[in-house]
């Protein structure tokens, strides 16, 4: 059965979680979170996303995000 749409407020805070398959691991060494970093920064400036908090776990990544610049639609 597929999800709900999700809500969606604007200005308001969302926690998004980000796994990977079969508890495989997505980062390796230092390197690989240094490079997630970089992209997840590059991808927040071009969508107007503030990441507020983040955590990098080995096998997947929370962050706290607020969108900025998008309509609600």
């Given at each position: 059965m597929a999800r709900l749409p999700r809500l969606y407020f604007p200005g308001c805070a969302h926690?998004?979680?980000q796994r990977v398959n079969n508890r495989q691991a997505c980062f390796y060494d230092e390197a690989d979170y240094k490079a997630y970093l970089s992209f997840?920064?590059?991808a927040a400036s071009n969508y107007q996303v503030v990441?507020?908090?983040f955590v990098l776990m080995t096998n997947h990544v929370h962050l706290l995000q607020k969108v900025y610049g998008v309509?609600?639609?």
């Open positions: 926690h998004l979680i997840l920064q590059q990441i507020h908090a309509s609600g639609s």
